[in-house]
């Protein structure tokens, strides 16, 4: 009887006073039981806020990091976040947990932190890159991969492995180790689908945008061969859901002026030797000053 939630009990004949009293102290019991239920939720629900609002500035600061490594190139900024958000969706849809997805879609973001160090003479080459230069180029995933190296937390260790596995291809012919198949991580993986995806579809330095049907067919030639399959099929499946975000966003940033104007002044003041368009997309407006 216990287990069901007996306090006591009461012993025959009745006595009235006796029933009094198991009544009235099993109502404060039971009254205590609910304070502490409610208080225990309460607790839950400000870890819950906590711990999204550490993420949040978490996200915040990588955003503002990888954006400062990729100044030179003005359409990093909506670039990273993109690759954050999807690769995130498409962890989630592969079956991730939470915690795993939450990491993704940060550690993505810093899948080019490498390019830091690479000249902008590279970066921003329209020309095909010489195989000398590509040499130098392919350099940003070790980089990488050293500035992010020997962390304990498990975001940087992912970032890590993401930074320095994103160009690897299923089929072993990437670089910068020639990795095949499961020796990839699988973090990098998701986030190989996602940046060619994204690199195709929007206009970067290197190309303009081209359109989406040409870019999945590109994407499935290189199934087996440049991306795994399974994350493949489940990336293509995604993509609905992916131009669902994209035009909920582009309708929210239509009613952003102000907030943005607020936000450059901030970045400004971060900034000091960066100027930011007003006329372009938000994050693609940071280039370096003239010294
Ligand atoms: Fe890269
Ligand atoms: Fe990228």
Redesign the pocket.
């Known amino acids: 009887m216990l287990h069901l939630g007996a306090f006591g009990y009461v012993i025959k004949p009745l006595d009235q006073r006796d029933v009094v009293m198991n009544v009235a102290s099993a109502l404060e019991r039971r009254k205590a039981m609910i304070i502490a239920r409610d208080h225990q939720k309460l607790l839950e629900a400000l870890v819950e806020s906590r711990t999204a609002q550490i993420r949040h500035r978490e996200e915040e600061v990588v955003l503002r990091l990888a954006w400062a490594a990729e100044s030179h190139d003005k359409s990093t900024g909506d670039h990273v976040r993109r690759i954050g958000v999807q690769s995130g969706m498409l962890a989630e849809a592969l079956g991730w947990e939470s915690r795993r997805v939450d990491d993704i879609r940060v550690a993505a973001i810093m899948?080019?932190i490498?390019?830091i160090a690479i000249a902008d003479g590279i970066l921003l080459k329209t020309d095909r890159l010489t195989p000398q230069e590509f040499e130098v180029a392919k350099q940003?995933?070790e980089i990488?991969a050293s500035i992010l190296d020997a962390s304990e937390i498990p975001l940087l260790q992912m970032a890590k492995e993401i930074?320095l596995c994103?160009?690897e291809k299923w089929d072993g012919s990437g670089y910068p180790r020639g990795l095949a198949g499961e020796a990839i991580p699988e973090s990098a993986r998701i986030v190989a689908v996602v940046?060619v995806y994204d690199a195709l579809t929007h206009a970067r330095v290197y190309g303009p945008a081209i359109p989406e049907e040409e870019a999945l067919a590109i994407m499935q030639a290189g199934r087996e061969k440049h991306f795994d399959p399974r994350i493949l099929d489940r990336f293509i499946e995604l993509i609905p859901e992916i131009h669902r975000i994209r035009d909920s966003i582009a309708q929210r940033g239509r009613h952003r002026d102000d907030a943005e104007e607020e936000t450059f002044t901030e970045l400004e003041a971060i900034f000091p030797t960066h100027s930011f368009s007003r006329t372009e997309s938000p994050l693609n407006r940071i280039s370096r000053k003239e010294p």
């Open positions: 899948h080019d490498g390019k940003h995933t990488g930074a994103h160009h940046d």
